[in-house]
């Protein structure tokens, strides 16, 4: 079993729709979830952290996490065609490390 | 400014060679790692350094040698490349031991031919 996984995609969804981008994970004892985001050709950057069960809004990014469930996932509303790149979930357990899922690719369809 | 910038962007070159990759951060922060991103995407820790320390040594080939030597550098040295090390290799930092997310590098595309 890997240790994050994700869904590869793609996952479509039409301009203006919310994009739904799930993460499950392994290691019970994790403390910390990010969302990275991954244009093509270009390096991931962090655009959402969560620390505790329940939900954290940033603007038009939702994280939510379940420890118990041991799931995490992305909530994107009203979603633009600059939203398209592929969405990295990270989790860290172990001292210092952090391990990435493979990724989901959003697009978005104008 | 570049918060943490890698050099070179890309980099191609023979079976057998040696290379160096450098990485540079201007965010104080105290940890930095390398990652390599394989072809289908994945991100794989290789190294990681606390203020010039190595706390994370992953599976890698004794090939690959991370040095730092001050806590705002760490390079990556390959002896004898292999077609198997083409990928892009990303340095990142934090913070705080990774527990606040990693600022990363452009990355450096290697192609070994």
């Known amino acids: 079993q890997k240790e994050v996984e994700q869904n590869s995609g793609p996952l479509s969804v039409p301009e203006g729709a919310i994009a739904s981008l799930n993460c499950t994970y392994s290691?019970?004892?994790?403390?910390?979830f990010f969302w990275y985001r991954q244009y093509s050709g270009k390096s991931p950057e962090l655009i959402m952290s969560i620390y505790s069960n329940g939900d954290k809004e940033d603007g038009r990014f939702t994280a939510q996490l379940n420890k118990a469930s041991q799931y995490v996932s992305l909530l994107i509303r009203d979603s633009q065609p600059s939203d398209s790149a592929t969405y990295l979930c990270?989790?860290?357990?172990?001292?210092?490390?952090?391990?990435f899922g493979t990724g989901t690719k959003l697009q978005v369809i104008p | 400014d570049t918060a943490v910038s890698q050099t070179p962007k890309y980099l191609v070159t023979q079976m057998g060679n040696d290379k160096s990759i450098k990485c540079e951060q201007n965010?104080?922060?105290?940890?930095m790692y390398w990652y390599k991103q394989d072809s289908k995407k994945f991100l794989k820790i290789m190294f990681s350094?606390?203020?010039?320390?190595?706390?994370i040594n992953e599976t890698v080939p004794n090939r690959f040698s991370p040095k730092s030597p001050d806590k705002a550098h760490l390079n990556l040295h390959i002896n004898s490349l292999e077609l198997g090390d083409s990928a892009v290799y990303f340095c990142?930092?934090?913070?705080?031991?990774?527990?606040?997310?990693?600022?990363f590098g452009s990355g450096t595309r290697l192609t070994v031919v």
């Open positions: 965010l104080g922060h105290d940890t």
């Open positions: 990142a930092s934090s913070p705080r031991d990774g527990k606040d997310g990693y600022t």
């Open positions: 350094y606390n203020n010039k320390e190595l706390i």
């Open positions: 990270a989790v860290t357990g172990g001292y210092q490390k952090v391990t």
């Open positions: 290691d019970r004892g994790s403390q910390s």
